[in-house]
């Protein structure tokens, strides 16, 4: 069973992220070119280093501390997707803010977590 968690400073740490695959296998990204946004074929492995996992839980824990959001899903106890909102309320009407993380583990995705956090992210 998935349970769905706002993170607190203390449940940020490097060691929720030992049963994460943030692997992402890339075929087709958006690029700007001449002026217009195309999608190109393009094919590569993307995943975090061990320097980017300890970046992010850096940047999540400031996050919290500044007042934003950060909502975690965990199966069996072992963190599988996240989510993070800014704390800063913007535009001409002053209606947004920015989604600045959602990311699934490669073992969970297509299961419905991404849309679960987007969803908690948005009604925060």
Known sequence: ???YKELTIDDVDISMF????????VRKCWRKIDGEW???????????SDEE???GVAYLRNLIQSKGYVVGA???GKLKGFASVEPVIFGT???????????????M????????????????
């Not at 030992?18 to 296998?25: E, G, I, K, M, V």
């Not at 009407?93 to 073992?107: C, E, F, G, P, T």
């Open 1 to 3: 069973m998935m349970i």
């Open 18 to 25: 030992a049963c994460f695959d943030r692997t992402q296998n």
């Open 38 to 48: 195309v999608i190109q074929d393009i094919a590569f492995v993307d995943n975090w």
């Open 53 to 55: 996992y300890r970046q």
């Open 74 to 76: 965990f199966y069996d």
């Open 93 to 107: 009407d002053a209606k947004y803010m920015v989604l600045s993380n959602i990311h699934i583990s490669q073992d």
């Open 109 to 124: 995705r297509r299961q419905g977590i991404g849309k679960e956090l987007f969803a908690l992210a948005k009604m925060w």
